[in-house]
């Protein structure tokens, strides 16, 4: 269906979150197709019931953070499956991963769960949002908070402490979370949002299947670790 644009809240030159007139009652962790005319249809995580929020890395998502209130988007959605909430909660995110993660950071608080968020970038202007509570920053060029990486922070957190672990950002920085999880935590603790090209969404195409034969838009995006057996 198509929506529209309501307003469009610019973070840095890079990365915006879009705010729409529709609710798809989302889940945290889930996502949509969205569509930019005259672009190709990509898909985005949902930031809130109501947004997404976007880095501008081609040019579909440069035209989606300029796209002007009042505009019309094409929307499917919600698809995949979302993030499995539990109390006394880790959040890491680093980059703009931290778009989903916001969302299942308001849920948490909302059910009056404890929740604890590591948050990293580049610098200062790519770190999103400032604002959570209990929360460890991370700038590698030391623009704001540690100056050093997200997982710097992981590795001198106490893990063990927590019942759930929720992670979102690049491949690298999923990668070695992974190794640092391995042999200190319970797999089925921690959950990954994984992402992968995509071109229908529901499961159809085979564009996004992973090593182990899941596939991002129907079994995920969200994944515990012990459904993705090194395959991450």
Known sequence: MFVRVVKVERHSEDIATIHINANFNPLPGQFAMVYVPNYEEIPLSFSSERTFTVKAVGETTRALIEIKAGEWLGVRGAFGRGFRIRDNALIIAGGIGIAPLRFLYKKLLENNYKVR????????????????????????DGSFG???????LVEREKLENYSAIYCCGKSELLKRLYKIFEK????????????????????????????????VCKDGPVFTMSELKSGI
């Open 146 to 152: 540690f100056k050093g990486t997200v997982i710097d």
């Open 117 to 140: 968020v590591i948050y990293g970038a580049k610098s200062s202007d790519e770190l999103i949002w400032k604002d959570f509570e209990n929360a460890v920053y991370a700038t590698e």
């Open 184 to 215: 200190r935590l319970d797999p089925d603790l921690v959950q990954f949002s994984m992402e992968r090209y995509m071109r229908c969404g529901i499961g159809v195409c085979g564009s996004c299947v992973l090593e182990n034969g899941m596939r």
